[in-house]
Nanobody, 113 residues
Framework: QVQLVESGGGLVQPGGSLRLSCTAS????????MGWYRQAPGKQRELVAT???????NYADSVKGRFTISRDNANNTVYLQMNTLKPEDTAVYYC???????WGQGTQVTVSS
């Protein structure tokens, strides 16, 4: 079964860091553009960052300079390094293969003192 599995979420204080991982199985991972999205309570799911098969990246304005998306094709994994976290970053973070679309199950990130 083709699937994406996220990990690395948790509770962190404002100003702290977390690294999310998303590991793909049963797919040729290197061929696909991938992305990280998030959904806060009561809000729509929004794009956080994307990375193409060639490694080109794009970020939402709200995370530019603080978050970094990267990929390790040898290990079928895409990462999201999150630094200088803010309470407004609190959300469930989802990994997505763009085309054809495939979502992971999500991992909770909570930024609170």
């Amino acid at each position: 079964q083709v699937q994406l599995v996220e990990s690395g979420g948790g509770l962190v204080q404002p100003g702290g860091s977390l690294r999310l991982s998303c590991t793909a199985s049963r797919m040729i991972f290197s061929s696909y553009a991938m992305g990280w999205y998030r959904q806060a309570p009561g809000k729509q799911r929004e794009l956080v960052a994307t990375i193409t098969s060639g490694g080109a990246t794009n970020y939402a304005d709200s995370v530019k300079g603080r978050f970094t998306i990267s990929r390790d094709n040898a290990n079928n994994t895409v990462y999201l390094q999150m630094n200088t976290l803010k309470p407004e970053d609190t959300a469930v973070y989802y990994c997505k293969r763009h085309v054809p679309p495939l979502w992971g199950q999500g991992t909770q990130v909570t930024v609170s003192s």
